[in-house]
């Protein structure tokens, strides 16, 4: 005997267990599925309303089943069935549903052909459909036109579902539909673009799916924040685990793969990787299987380079081997994008390992404007690779100069210093292999101009600033009020858990704004064709060094090693130096004994030895870097990369006396090589709290300068720093400097209401063109990929500074004094800014880490 149920009641609770499945929590939902559906057919309840809810369970069973198990067979014999259903109890609206949900298990199972014919047939009917269905439908369909690079199919796909959504007043479906639409600008290349749609749909409060997580991680990835993105995917992998949902859990995976590839991780990458292959294997799904197992052989390819040369041949034809197979798989199952990925790869390695090979392998692989950046770089380095293995030189030359101008192209697309900097990481291997090319040559001046090409690329755009609005505003206000707080509570042993609490929130403050930088974009200004100024040649470089009469030389690792040329000379000099290993270890120890000798109350035995540690090191440095290179007497410019930025290149002995300028490049450096000092400057002298004689040494500076300003106390606040920092021609800064490794935006100096961020410091205003920052750590920079520095001084740089003098390492308050009062003394008597200090600490007893930065003044 029939049993009558409620249909109102009945639709809610289907409504709750797809709830369940939407936020990402398949066995709940499974669990309510199989309840509703044994209650459904024990009623036998034979109305058309009762009939269309047991489809809607059927349909949510099949896809819970599918999320636990990965059975795609047991799913679609439940669609089967649905489908009979929707026939048996005249609820033929269904079909448009029963359809959908095909395509999108065919389609999560990597059956692209047949989910998109699925999907095609629901749209047809689904006229009649619930707008819950019709939104389903499109967006799935949307998925796969974005798996398949139809970006423009997808968007349409979205925007119709943003119109479902918006006409059933269903805010959590459009907020779906907006988020995908910021991922299809992703795979167009417009990564702000993507990250504003994606922020904007996760403000819904009922959108909080990980799988907005992972996608925005995703991009992040490929902006080369690929540290940021980690943290988003551990978060993310958490609640995929929590959920059950393991073939997401396993494409959170491989994307973290990606991350600690990107990073240099080689064996946690391969771990994320092979974790995520044995899931795909398990579940049966070739096409995300594929994708782990090309993964995995980015890994082992990555690993290579720390084999030695004839290893390294043999290891690479045997990955070649590997890659090809994978490819030929690909093609078979008829996986175009995954094949060309795959040949690219055994192309490279095949090309690397060298020998005799098919002559079809060094013919150059075309390029393809639709690809990712990561996936251009490559093309240019396979291409550039097969024209070195015909001996055509210039022809690779080219490939390496033209995916470096792409490089600067795509950089100057964001309007965040962050993402530009991060992003030159795509480009390191292109870079380097431009040194291959010209070492190839034996040039100097073709050598001096591929570093030149691959260096701070982000120095020759439009300066960029951040966003100027209300809400980043309060942010920052609540940060600089965050960190004080916490600044206040340091050395109190009952404050642990509070002091826990604050730095936590100051970092969520730190993830929120520069999350609103990352959604600014670029443009195009500057000498190039996509606004790239256009990287210095040895020729212009040695011209401007012999017009003011001093050396150039730059460093740059190459093989492991350092190498310098001296493009200074009537001809540029190539000199090979030593290991960058034995080189970075003496820096980091060098700057360690400046570190301790800062300490106030060392005791003297100590003090002694770690001088003596100090004076060897230093003088070892000078042996490496400087002796071979003969400048022993000149003025030096020095273009430096990784830990030599790091470096107090004024107390090399050698140096003693002498001005040295450390710049971010040659091109850097001619921009500003020819500043004109007005003749009566303003100036701008401030003094931060808690810094012993801090007020001292600025009224120091301030008497040295007639009718210059001086900020102190409740008078040095951030904006009357900012204000001076964009309106005066030299600004004196004695106060606590902060470098935030990695953070570097937030690294900060200390003012009267707290910090003052290199975040804040606008691309709008005129930077001042001489900028003095008495301040521990004050110069130290993250050096990222590319030789992208990011700290306050390359920040000053960015916007325009042409000298920044600024410590490397901690110094004492008293010989900060000492040294900037004489350093302004001779300044205001006309001399430039570089030799002013080295003037200075000629006669400063003590060693004191400050360089000149970018250029002289």
């Known amino acids: 005997m029939a049993t009558t149920l409620d249909p109102d009641a009945l639709r809610a609770e289907v409504e709750a267990a797809r709830a369940e499945s939407q936020q990402g929590r398949p066995a709940k939902a499974l669990s309510r599925y199989r309840s509703l559906r044994a209650r459904i057919e024990r009623s036998g309840d034979p109305r058309v309303e009762i009939g269309f809810q047991q489809v809607r369970v059927v349909l949510g069973l099949a896809a819970a089943e599918y999320e636990l198990t990965g059975r795609l067979d047991a799913a679609m014999t439940l669609l089967d069935e649905a489908e009979a259903l929707a026939g048996s109890t005249g609820a033929e609206s269904m079909r448009a549903s029963v359809r959908g949900q095909r395509g999108l298990l065919l389609l999560r199972s990597g059956r692209r052909e047949e989910a998109l014919k699925a999907l095609d047939g629901a749209e047809e009917v689904m006229g009649g459909a619930d707008p819950s269905d019709q939104f389903s439908i499109l967006l799935n369909r949307g998925v796969l036109h974005l798996d398949a690079g139809t970006l423009d199919a997808a968007s349409r796909d979205f ?18 539909a907006r988020h995908n639409l910021g991922y299809a600008e992703f795979l167009a290349g417009r990564i702000p673009r993507a990250l504003a749609a994606m922020e904007e749909a996760a403000r819904s409060p009922s959108n909080q799916h990980p799988v907005l997580l992972l996608d925005r991680a995703r991009v992040l990835r490929e902006a080369g924040l690929a540290h940021d993105a980690d943290g988003i995917l551990a978060q993310a992998a958490e609640m995929f685990r929590d959920a059950g949902l393991a073939q ?51 890994c082992d390819r990555l690993a290579l380079d720390e084999r030695g040369p004839r290893s390294r041949r043999a290891a690479l034809r045997q990955l070649a081997a590997r890659a090809g197979a994978l490819a030929e798989d690909c093609r078979t199952e008829r996986r175009a994008d995954l094949a060309r990925s795959a040949d690219l790869l055994a192309r490279e390695c095949l090309l690397r390992a060298g020998g005799e090979l098919d002559p079809a ?35 690779a030359a080219a490939e390496v100069r033209k995916g470096l101008a792409e490089l600067g192209s795509h950089q100057n697309r964001f309007g965040s210093l962050d993402l530009r900097t991060a992003v030159a990481v795509h480009g390191l291997p292109l870079a380097r292999l431009g040194l291959e090319v010209a070492e190839r040559n034996d040039s100097p001046a073709e050598f001096f101009a591929a570093v030149e090409r ?202 003693a006396g002498l001005p040295v300028v450390v710049t971010p490049s040659a091109t850097a450096w001619l921009r500003a090589a020819h500043p004109v000092r007005r003749t009566t400057p303003r100036v701008v002298s401030v003094a931060g709290p808690g810094l012993h004689r801090a007020e001292d040494e600025a009224r120091r500076v301030h008497s040295a300068w007639a009718g210059s300003e001086l900020l102190t106390g409740t008078g040095a606040t951030t904006a009357s720093v900012r204000g001076a920092l964009a309106g005066a021609d030299l600004v004196h800064v004695a106060a606590h400097g902060t470098h935030q490794q990695e953070s570097p935006l937030f690294s900060s100096l200390r003012v009267g209401d707290g910090p003052l961020y290199a975040y804040e410091l606008d691309a709008a205003d005129r930077a001042a063109p001489c900028v003095v920052l008495s301040a521990c750590e004050a110069g130290l920079a993250t050096v990222r990929p590319g030789d992208e520095g990011l700290g306050l001084t390359s920040v000053l740089l960015h916007l325009g500074s042409r000298s920044v003098l600024a410590g490397v390492s901690r110094v004492g308050d008293d010989v900060a004094a000492r040294v900037m009062a004489q350093v302004h003394a001779s300044m205001a008597a006309g001399t430039a800014s570089a030799e002013a200090l080295a003037t200075a600490l000629v006669d400063e007893p003590e060693p004191a880490p400050f360089v000149a930065f970018g250029a002289t003044w």
């Open 159 to 176: 925007e119709r579902c943003i119109e479902v959504a918006r006409a059933s007043g269903d805010e959590l479906y459009e907020s779906k």
């Open 248 to 298: 997401d859990l396993a494409e959170t995976d491989l994307v973290r793969a990606e991350c600690a590839l990107v990073e240099g991780e080689v064996v946690r990458a391969r771990a994320f990787a092979r974790a995520a292959e044995r899931v795909f294997v398990r579940r049966r799904n070739l096409q995300w299987q594929r994708k782990a197992q090309l993964l995995g052989l980015q």
């Open 361 to 395: 392998l060094t013919l150059p692989p075309p390029m393809r404007t639709a690809d990712a950046l990561p996936a251009r770089m490559l093309t240019r380095e396979v291409r550039a690779l097969a024209a070195m293995h015909r001996d055509d030189r210039p022809r």
């Open 454 to 655: 691959g260096r701070a690329i982000s120095i020759r755009l439009a300066s960029v600033g951040p966003p100027k609005d209300a809400r980043t505003a309060e942010l920052l206000a609540a940060l600089r009020q965050t960190e004080e707080e916490a600044r206040g509570l340091e050395g109190d042993p009952s404050a642990g858990e509070t002091l826990h609490r604050l730095r936590s929130r100051a970092s969520a403050l730190q993830r929120d704004i520069r999350a609103r930088a990352w959604e600014l974009e670029g443009g195009l200004d500057g000498d190039g064709p996509d606004g790239v100024v256009e990287s210095a040649r040895v020729a212009e470089t040695r011209a401007a060094a012999r017009a003011v009469g001093t050396a150039f030389v730059t460093y740059v690792v190459h093989r492991g090693r350092w190498t310098a040329v001296l493009a200074s000379a009537r001809r540029p000099v190539q000199v090979d130096l030593a290991s960058a290993a034995e080189v970075d270890e003496l820096v980091q120890r060098v700057r360690a004994d400046l570190d301790a000798l800062a300490m106030p109350f060392l005791p003297p035995p100590l003090r002694d030895a770690v001088r003596r540690s100090l004076d060897a090191g230093l003088r070892r440095l000078d042996a490496l870097l400087l002796d071979p290179v003969g400048v022993s007497g000149q003025p030096l410019v020095v273009s430096a990369s990784a830990g030599l930025v790091l470096l107090p290149w004024s107390l090399l002995p050698s140096r």
